[in-house]
């Protein structure tokens, strides 16, 4: 097999992670290792840094700024949530021809895939030699194929370590507690919140995912069920609950909803899904202390919350990611499977796989009546999260009243 001699270019898209440096680490120190590679490259804001040619030379990044670069949450090449059309990959197909990149690397979620196989699609039909490699990145966790994606694991311990201390405060002074996570077809990081619980009585209690059709008078009656028995009630639910129409419920609650740069209702970075559930209970169920959380943000880049596995399958897919386009000549997106309890294994997937479409959470993680999640899901996301914090209740006798 002849050898492509030429450039790296790398680039990050999309929402950042905290492990989303480490895939970059990884394809660059691989990138760097191979003699036919001239430089590589780094385009600034993604794909809009592509087209503006607003690059950075990371050949001459040391090896231990980027080390240490790896292990900073949030992109380092900054990010972008400009979503290309044809016209926009035509662009970032001549800017790569200009530079002579023959290894393009992107590294975020079903867009950017998409991104990548239509400039790969450019370039085969122009016969100009260009490896394109999409790196799987969202905390997300939607990507079809893949058995789970980098980023979702130190999101999801975020998640679980939030509601265990959420968990405490409101075993401390009672209340109802609605917490809302991102999440907008799936319900995978929502449903971590399940992760930290350690006795029976531990929240949350209830948990609502966009998988299942909302009903306002059955969340009502969960509620009342659960504040009547135990006198508390913690509740996780996704930004991007859907009523029977597949409507979201936002919209039904809040009357003026803000749209994003894409035209969808805006579901993060607003309290508004959170507050109105709040009003819901204490107007219908007359309950006085309600609060709520919206975690936005915080939940995507939490510096000092990583899951050490969610950082490991991060290097490791930016370095397969090299691997695959260098050694092998190929081009795809990098997915991995699961292959014991717990070890995985890497494999290439065609781009079209892993473009556009996103991945809802299976019916067997999700309990019978829709509010909770199941052992199977459990057992599926512990070890992508690793430890969580430990906590423990007084264990002494009560001394009888006199």
Not at 112 to 136: F, Q, T, W
Request: proline letters at 4%.
């Amino acid at each position: 097999m002849s050898k492509i001699y030429g450039n790296v270019l790398i680039a990050q898209g999309g929402g950042p992670t905290a492990v989303i440096n480490q895939s970059l680490v990884g394809a660059v120190l691989e990138s760097r290792k191979f003699p036919e590679i001239g430089k590589v490259y780094g385009a600034l804001h993604g794909v809009r840094g592509i087209i503006e040619e607003n690059f950075v030379d990371l050949s001459q990044a040391t090896t231990h700024n980027l080390e240490r670069v790896a292990k900073t949450p949030s992109s380092a090449l900054l990010s972008t949530r400009d979503k290309p059309d044809q016209e926009y990959c035509e662009k970032i197909f001549k800017v790569c021809m200009k530079h002579n990149i023959r290894y393009f690397f992107y590294n975020g979620g079903n867009d950017s895939a998409d991104a990548v196989r239509i400039v790969n699609e450019y370039a085969a039909s122009a016969g100009y030699e260009l490896r394109c490699i999409h790196i799987p990145k969202t905390i997300d966790n939607d990507l079809l194929v893949t058995d789970h994606c980098p980023g979702y694991g130190s999101a999801a311990k975020f998640v679980a370590s939030a509601f265990a201390g959420v968990n405490l405060d409101n075993r401390a002074i009672p209340g109802v507690y609605v917490g809302t996570v991102m999440g907008r077809h799936a319900g995978f990081l929502t449903a971590a919140s399940a992760l930290a619980r350690k006795y029976s009585d531990d929240g949350p209690h209830l948990i609502y995912l966009p998988e299942r059709p909302f009903e306002e008078e059955k969340f009502l009656a969960d509620v009342d069920r659960v504040y009547s028995k135990a006198g508390r009630c913690i509740i996780a639910v996704s930004e991007g609950i859907v009523d029977k129409d597949g409507k979201p419920v936002i919209t039904h609650l809040v009357k003026e909803q803000e749209k994003d740069a894409h035209g969808n209702i805006q579901l993060s970075g607003t309290g508004a899904l959170g507050d109105a559930l709040s009003e819901l209970i204490k107007t219908k169920l007359k309950i006085k202390r309600v609060r709520s959380d919206t975690f936005g943000y915080l939940q995507r880049s939490f510096l000092g919350c990583v899951s050490s596995v969610d950082q490991e399958e991060a290097r490791e897919v930016g370095e397969k990611a090299a691997q695959y386009a260098l050694w092998n000549n190929l081009d795809g997106s990098v997915a991995i499977r699961r292959t014991g309890d717990y070890s995985v294994e890497y494999f290439l997937t065609p781009l079209h796989t892993v473009a556009k479409e996103t991945k809802s959470m299976p019916d067997n993680f999700i309990n019978e009546a829709g509010n909770g999640v199941t052992t199977e899901f459990l057992n599926y996301a512990r070890p992508l999260v690793g430890l969580l914090p430990e906590y423990e209740r007084l264990q002494c006798p009560v001394i009888p009243k006199k």
